[in-house]
C-alpha cells in the first residue's frame, strides 16, 4: 500500500519537510531493477550502512532521499540544517573505504548509477549519483562531535569506517533485510501514521527511542507522565550498532514486552524496534532522534536527562539545552523534556529534583549503567528501580566482563555504589544518621554493593509506611484500626517505668545527705538525679489513647439532622 492512503492534512502531525519519503522499488518493477542492479557497477556496503539505506528510503530520515551532496553536508555540518534552511542535525554521508571502492568511485560520473550490494554481492538498492566530492574527516569530527579524540566512538568510526570521497545522491532500495527476532514487530512509518490515526484514531503521539539498557522505572515514570494527557505512546528500543557492554537487543525487547504485558495500557502502548546506526553525537543525535519521531507520526517526543549521551564529552543536560536553538514550529515536534528519576523512599514515589524536596539521604537513583552494572554482577536491583520482569530478560542478556584471575569480576563497583545507592557512603543505612567518616571510593567491594542493595530491598518501604503509622497512631479516633498490641506496649511500659518511680522515690526518702560507702550507698544528689532521669523517661513514652481523651476530641456534638443544617425538622 503507498503512501498516497495517508493524507496527512488530516491528521495533527505532518512528516519533516512536508513529505514522507518512500524510495521503495514497487513490486511490479522490482525484478527488473534487481537485474539491472546486476549489470551496473557495484560498490559493497557493510551492515551499519544497509540499515541506513534503509531507513532512508522508507521514510524514517525524510525529506532525505539519498546521501547528501555538498552543499547540504557542508551546510548540517556548519549549521545542524539543510542548505535550504531546514533543520538537520546530522550528515547522511555515503564514503565507501577500500582499494577496490576507490577504483569503483574513479570510473564514476554525475549520472552515474552505482549497485549497492551487501556481504552476499546481492543488490540492496541503486545510487543515483548526483554529486561526488571528497571532505575533511577531521573537520567532519570536530563539527559533528565537538572532539577529534579517537577514543570517542563516533570519531573512531569516521577514521575506520569512511573513505576520503563521498558519493551524493537518490537511493532506490531493491531489498530489506530481514530483522530475525524483530522482523515481527517490525513498523516502518507508514505502518505507524495509518496505526495511531487511521485505525486507533489517536489526536496526539509521544514518542521514546532509548538505548543501551533494558526498561527501567525512570523510563516508566516519564511514560506514565506522559500517558495521562496524550493518547499514544510509541516505544522504540534502538537494536542495532550495540556495544559489546551493553544489554543484548533480543534480550532489552522482551524486557519491554514482558513489562508491557502487566504494567502497561494495552492498546495505547505501542512497542516497535528502531533499526538505526548509532551515531555517538550527543545532543546532535537527540535532535535526530527526535525528527525521527516526528516521521513516525509522533505529535510529542520525550528526552530523558541524558539522551544520547556519551560518557563525559557532553554536559550533563546538553540534549535539553540544544533544543533553545529552534523555534516550536519549524521543529514540527513537542519536546517533552524530563530531570533525572529517582525514586524517593520519604515520598514513596518516584520523582525528579522538580517535584521531590528530600535529599539523598533516602534516595534511590535510577542510573541506567548502574542497573546495567548490577545485572552483570548477577544482583537483581530493587523493585522500585526495575521491575522484576524486566531484570529478568536483563540478567541474561548481559555478560559479566573484567574478570580477574580469581574468577571474581573486576567491576567498577564504587561507580555502581555512588549511582544507584548515593546514601550509602554517608549514611549508615537508607534514611539514617550521617557516618562519621564518609566510605572512601577505593575502599568498596561486592560486598558494600549487597548491603546497598540489601538495605533497599528490605527497608525502601519502611520509611514512609513507619512516619504513617506514627501519625495513625494518634490521629485514629476509630481505635479498632489500631493494633491491640501497641496499646498494650505503651500500657506496659508507663506501668512499669511509674513502678521504678515509685521505687526510687521510696530509695530518695532513705537517702543519707552523704553516703558512708560510694560502692553500697548514693548520696541524696545522685538519687535525685537517678529520679528525675526516669521521670523524663516516663514524660517519653506516647501516652495511651483511651475512651475518655478521645471523647475531649469531639467538639461538635450536635444532633446529625442539626450537623446536616436541617435547623426545621
Known amino acids: 500500500m503507498g503512501h498516497a492512503a495517508l493524507n496527512f492534512d488530516k491528521h495533527p502531525q505532518q512528516p519533516h519537510g512536508g513529505t514522507l519519503i ?9 525484478q527488473a531493477g534487481i537485474e539491472r542492479a546486476r549489470t551496473l557497477p557495484s560498490i559493497r556496503v557493510d551492515l551499519e550502512a544497509v540499515i541506513t539505506i ?15 551532496n555538498r552543499a547540504d553536508y557542508e551546510s548540517v555540518l556548519a549549521t545542524g540544517r539543510l542548505s535550504n534552511g531546514l533543520i538537520w542535525p546530522v550528515p547522511l554521508s555515503f564514503a565507501p573505504v577500500g582499494e577496490r571502492n576507490r577504483e569503483v568511485i574513479r570510473s564514476l560520473s554525475v549520472g552515474s548509477d552505482v549497485a549497492l550490494t551487501d556481504s552476499h554481492n546481492e ?27 579517537r577514543n570517542h566512538p ?21 531489498q530489506r533485510v530481514d530483522w530475525g527476532p524483530f522482523e515481527k514487530l517490525r513498523r516502518e512509518p507508514k505502518d505507524t501514521w495509518r496505526l495511531f490515526y487511521e485505525e486507533r484514531k489517536f489526536k496526539s503521539v509521544a514518542g521514546f527511542i532509548t538505548g543501551a539498557n533494558p526498561l527501567h522505572r525512570g523510563h516508566e515514570y516519564i511514560h506514565r507522565n506522559a500517558l495521562e494527557g496524550i493518547d499514544g505512546l510509541l516505544l522504540q528500543p534502538l537494536v542495532e550498532m550495540a ?3 551493553y544489554v543484548r537487543h533480543e534480550y532489552r525487547m522482551q524486557a519491554y514486552r514482558n513489562v508491557l504485558d502487566t504494567y502497561y495500557p494495552k492498546d495505547r502502548a505501542i512497542l516497535s524496534p528502531l533499526r538505526v546506526t548509532y551515531i ?32 563525559s564529552y557532553y554536559d550533563k543536560y546538553a540534549s535539553h539545552n540544544i533544543f533553545d536553538q529552534f523555534s516550536p514550529g519549524e521543529l514540527g515536534i513537542e519536546i517533552r523534556l524530563f530531570h533525572e528519576v529517582f525514586y524517593c523512599t520519604r515520598c514513596s514515589s518516584h520523582a525528579t529534583t522538580e517535584t521531590c524536596p528530600h535529599d539523598e539521604r533516602y534516595r534511590l537513583n535510577i542510573s541506567g549503567t548502574g542497573i546495567r552494572e548490577m545485572l552483570r554482577h548477577g544482583i537483581v536491583p530493587p523493585k522500585e528501580v526495575v521491575r522484576p520482569e524486566s531484570a529478568l530478560a536483563g540478567m541474561q542478556g548481559v555478560q559479566p566482563k573484567g574478570l580477574g584471575e580469581d574468577g571474581e569480576g573486576t567491576l567498577p563497583v564504587a561507580k555502581v555504589i555512588q549511582s544507584m545507592f548515593p546514601f550509602y557512603t554517608h549514611y549508615t543505612r537508607l534514611g539514617g544518621a550521617p557516618r562519621k567518616l564518609p566510605l572512601p571510593a577505593d575502599s568498596l567491594t561486592v560486598r ?37 498490641w501497641g496499646t498494650e506496649a505503651r500500657a506496659a511500659l508507663r506501668l512499669q517505668q511509674e513502678r521504678l518511680i515509685s ?14 560507702d560510694e560502692f553500697m550507698y548514693q548520696d541524696k544528689t545522685e538519687v535525685e538525679q537517678e529520679l528525675a532521669s526516669a521521670r523524663n523517661l516516663l514524660n517519653d513514652i506516647p501516652s495511651t489513647i483511651d475512651e475518655q481523651r478521645l471523647q475531649t476530641r469531639t467538639w461538635n456534638v450536635l444532633p446529625y439532622k442539626r450537623y446536616r443544617g436541617a435547623d426545621e425538622d
Open 448 to 484: 558494600d554493593l549487597e548491603l546497598a542493595c540489601h538495605d533497599a530491598r528490605t527497608h525502601a518501604g519502611d520509611i514512609y509506611a513507619e512516619v504513617y503509622a506514627e501519625y495513625s497512631a494518634v490521629v485514629d479516633h476509630n481505635r479498632n484500626l489500631q493494633p491491640s
Open 22 to 30: 518512500n524510495q521503495v522499488v514497487p513490486a511490479e518493477k522490482l
Open 123 to 149: 543488490p540492496v538498492a541503486i545510487l543515483s549519483v548526483e554529486d561526488i566530492f571528497d571532505y575533511d574527516k577531521k573537520e567532519r569530527a570536530r563539527q559533528l562531535f565537538g572532539t577529534t579524540d
Open 280 to 311: 555517538f553525537a550527543g545532543p546532535r543525535e537527540t535532535v535526530l532522534h527526535a525528527l525521527i519521531m516526528k516521521n513516525y507520526g509522533c505529535t510529542h517526543a520525550l528526552i530523558g536527562r541524558d539522551h544520547a549521551g556519551i560518557g
Open 503 to 516: 521505687d526510687l522515690e521510696e530509695k530518695l526518702r532513705q537517702a543519707p545527705n552523704q553516703a558512708s
Open 154 to 174: 563516533g570519531v573512531d568510526a569516521i577514521f575506520r569506517r569512511m573513505g576520503d570521497t563521498s558519493l551524493g545522491g537518490t537511493l532506490h532500495l531493491l
Open 243 to 245: 556495544k559489546r557492554e
Open 54 to 68: 534503509e531507513m532512508i528510503t522508507t521514510g524514517v530520515l525524510s525529506p532525505n532521499k539519498g546521501f547528501m
